[in-house]
């Protein structure tokens, strides 16, 4: 109640005078930063010792209500550079809509279905152990290309069907660094300052979330414009399952995706990857673990690449926790997974056949 009213305060300051009277705001967020020690695993390369910030953020949400079961819904979510003293406005899930007994639709930048697929089972999600290092990641590179937070995005979801629902998403311009010289003629796939929807993204998702079982499955394909006239596509689907009993939770994902477009001859490359991940509950402590494998793209070999992860936390109480972890990133000759592909100031990434690890201690406080 003490956000809100503080929300309101802001909000009667700042507003236009026509700020519904029906409607709320509520302010939100988590600090999250740890220490860690890096190994880059690079010969020669001294190991670092650092101050991290893991997606430390601050948000305000807000509904009015609009008559006839209809509601109007905003969010404003931006990033903490927390270990800087920094940020971003408007920089994370950023979006305006409606909501209603139809669903929600919802305009701005936010998160694809199939990015929140993978949150649901990570144990060490926002972080440099975070299993985006592996799972939706290139070999080529290390850096995530399947979990993102797309900008020009518009998604509806579904009501919830005693705990089924769906979620799908098109990104009208995933931002191509392709660039239209003219507004006509053969050359001209784009008008020059709209949206070039031939460089544009479909995302869905299904889930099923109900007591102790967690089932989900998606499919994403981008299109991306590499020429005037030549539209290069890629894909991905993903299957998540998960289920809790006495303290324990166990989970595990598995995809495929069909070229991650991180070099020439990658448009045709296919890539299996799954993860394993499992924590179990005593008292304030949660014991965790993952283990996550990247299968060797069909067209080079030595291409595949594992992580193991293992932490605890500890609940100082119900808003705030503890925590250390160990992650190691084990790469093939040709493979350049890494860490800190997703969530994290801190990387140790791109280099083929070098293995990384890092040892953190942390806290997290969610307001």
Same mark, same amino acid.
């Given at each position: ?98 909501? #209603? ?41 290390? #850096? ?5 937070? =797309? ?79 030549? =539209? ?32 020439a001859n990658d448009n045709l490359a296919d890539r299996k990857a799954w993860g394993l991940f499992a924590n179990y509950g005593i008292g304030a402590v949660t014991l965790k673990a993952n283990y996550l494998k990247a299968d060797e793209t069909n067209n080079v070999a030595n291409s595949g690449a594992k992580q193991y992860t293992l932490g605890a936390d500890y609940a100082l109480s119900k808003r705030t926790t503890a925590y250390a972890f160990y992650a190691k990133v084990k790469n093939d000759s040709a493979a350049a997974y890494g860490l800190g592909?997703? #969530? =994290? ?23």
């Amino acid at each position: 109640m003490q956000k809100k009213l503080i929300a309101l305060a802001l909000a009667s300051a700042f507003a236009a005078p026509a700020f519904a009277a029906t409607g709320n705001v509520d302010i939100y967020g988590v600090m999250n930063l740890s220490v860690e020690r890096i190994d880059s695993g690079r010969v020669g390369a001294d190991k670092s010792t650092s101050l991290n910030n893991n997606s430390s953020r601050i948000g305000f949400k807000g509904t009015e209500d609009l008559g006839g079961g209809l509601a109007a819904v905003w969010q404003v979510e931006s990033s903490l550079v927390a270990d800087q003293g920094s940020g971003t406005l408007a920089a994370r899930n950023t979006f305006v809509g409606l909501k #209603g007994g139809f669903g929600s639709v919802l305009l701005g930048k936010i998160d694809t279905p199939m990015k929140g697929l993978g949150r649901a089972v990570d144990n060490f999600g926002d972080g440099i152990a975070d299993s985006r290092n592996i799972l939706g990641s290139r070999y080529s590179t290390g #850096g995530n290309l399947w979990d993102a937070r =797309t900008n020009n995005t518009i998604a509806y979801v579904t009501p919830d069907f005693s705990g089924l629902s769906a979620v799908l998403a098109y990104v009208t311009d995933t931002g191509t660094a392709f660039t239209a010289t003219s507004t006509s003629g053969p050359f001209a796939p784009c008008t020059v300052g709209l949206d070039c929807n031939k460089s544009d993204a479909w995302s869905g998702a299904v889930n099923y979330n109900n007591g102790p079982l967690l089932l989900g499955a998606g499919y994403e394909k981008h299109n991306a414009l590499v020429g005037a006239n030549a =539209t290069v596509t890629s894909h991905i689907w993903r299957v998540v399952a998960g289920y809790s009993f006495a303290g324990a939770k166990l989970g595990a994902q598995y995809e495929k995706a069909s070229g991650d477009l991180a070099a020439a001859n990658d448009n045709l490359a296919d890539r299996k990857a799954w993860g394993l991940f499992a924590n179990y509950g005593i008292g304030a402590v949660t014991l965790k673990a993952n283990y996550l494998k990247a299968d060797e793209t069909n067209n080079v070999a030595n291409s595949g690449a594992k992580q193991y992860t293992l932490g605890a936390d500890y609940a100082l109480s119900k808003r705030t926790t503890a925590y250390a972890f160990y992650a190691k990133v084990k790469n093939d000759s040709a493979a350049a997974y890494g860490l800190g592909a997703a #969530g =994290t100031t801190n990387t140790a990434l791109g280099t083929a056949g070098v293995d990384p690890s890092v040892f953190g201690v942390g806290m997290k406080h969610s307001f």
